[in-house]
Each structure stands twice: as structure tokens, then as C-alpha cells.
């Protein structure tokens, strides 16, 4: 043991030759058998001069260790792990680093758990702030794909926070996860079937609300942009050979003509009640 003077070496600890010029230095402790051979940091420091003149002799080693009571204490112990890692089947060079440091460096290492405790625990509050609003967006019918636009855009909040110093938590947005969007997700589209249309077509309204929902119906029924059907007119309709009403337009984006087939009465009913000059809808309105 790093205790025994009497022993013909008074300490497997020593302070590597680079740095024997060194006011202070580290001491290691090497650990070479037929399978290992590696340094270990012990991370405890020691004036250089005073360690080689303490190492000279077992009169000097016991002085030193009297003096220094609390270094050789920690040496102990260390040189202790070192056997026990040594004795075990698979040796592992991180865990002995780690239970070097636990003696080291108590309260470094108590300081450094306290912090990932801490920030475990913001993590698991923003976790469940994150899972909290999920929920709310689910229980209020939102597809997948929209309660994963809103989580894209509360991470960007996060990080925009961070960058101002709202928070300090670096990890934070990384923990907002969105939904895997599942096949069945995609297939799942928010639609209103032919007898919603027709209540909605049916129901009385005045003013403004008449105008909208006459103008949201005939998107409907044309399948169109409002782009497009906001430059609907009477030149726009024509009877084909066969008695088919339809409407031609060119679209405004691919600059593409289209026919669409009229297939629903109401469209026309509603377009000649404004005497085909529909009022004006915009996608934000």
C-alpha cells in the first residue's frame, strides 16, 4: 500500500517525466500487466520538488505522509480502487476514471450530478409541457400533421427564447418531438360530405355571412383556388354538345386551362343570383 514505507517501493504513484521540471504536476499511476497497459490520472496535485525529496527515502515518505495526511488518505483509497478494477474479469478504463474521480474530486462530482439532476428535471418539466399541448391539440380533433406544425413552431419559440436569455436550458427545444405520421394519418383528410354542403347551401343567412358562404361553396364545387374562382364570370360557362354544363377557365398559377364539369345545381344558382359577378373572397378572409 501507498502507506508502507518499509516496502521496497515506497509508492506505485509518481509524476511523469515531462513534467518533473514543473513547480506542481499530476500524479499518476500506471497499471501494466499482460493484458493492461494504461496511465491513470489521479487528478491530485503535488509540488514537484517536495514529492521527489518525500520519495527519496522511507524517513522522508512518512514525514510527507504525516504531513500531508489528506493526499495520502485519497492515494489509498485510489491505489485501492485500482486493484479492485484490476481483479475484475472485463476491465473497464472509464469506470475506473470515474471512481478515481468520485475520490478526487467529491464535491466537483457531487456538483456536476446535482447539475444533470437538474437538468433531467427541466427536461422531464418540458417533456411534459410538450406532451400537455399535444394532448389539448389531440382532444380538440387536430390531424397529426397540424399538432406537428404547432410542435415545430413551439420549438422555435424555445429557441428564439434561448437566444434572447429568457432560459438557459441549451436542450430544451430538442425535447419537443413531433408525431411519426403514420400511413393512415395521410389517408385521413377533413372533408365536408354532399349533405353538409347542401345544409350549409341551405341555410339562411344574410349579409356578409351570405356572401361567404356562397363564395366558400362555390370553391367547393369547383375544386378550385381562390384564385380562380374569384375570376369566375358568364363567359366562363358553356353547354357542351352533349348538354353537360361546365366551366373553362385558365388557372392563374400553372397558367393551365381546365374544364371542370358543373355537378352540382347549386353552383349555378348561386352564380346567377349575383348575375355571375361574385363578390371577392381572399384565402385569409
Known sequence: MA????????????????????????????????????????????????????TASPRAWLAHQKKNYQLHAKLTQIEGIVKAHMAKIDFDREALDMDVRYISEPEKVEAERRAKEEAAAADRKAINRALIMREKLRNHGYMEKVVNKHLTNLKALINAAFIDGVHDNQRAASLIVKNKIEDRDKAVEIYLTETELQALYEMPLTGKNDHIRDVFLIGCYTCQRVSDYNNLNADCFETTRKGTRIIRIVQQKTKTEVTIPVLNENLITICEKYGYNVPKANEQG
Do not use: G, M, Y
Not at 509524476?15 to 499482460?34: G, S
Open 3 to 54: 502507506t508502507t514505507p518499509s516496502s521496497k517501493k515506497l509508492t506505485p504513484f509518481h509524476v511523469r517525466n515531462k513534467d518533473l521540471k514543473k513547480d506542481t504536476a499530476t500524479l499518476f499511476i500506471r497499471i501494466h500487466t499482460r493484458k493492461i497497459d494504461v496511465l491513470i490520472s489521479t487528478l491530485l496535485q503535488v509540488e514537484v520538488n517536495e514529492w521527489l525529496k518525500a
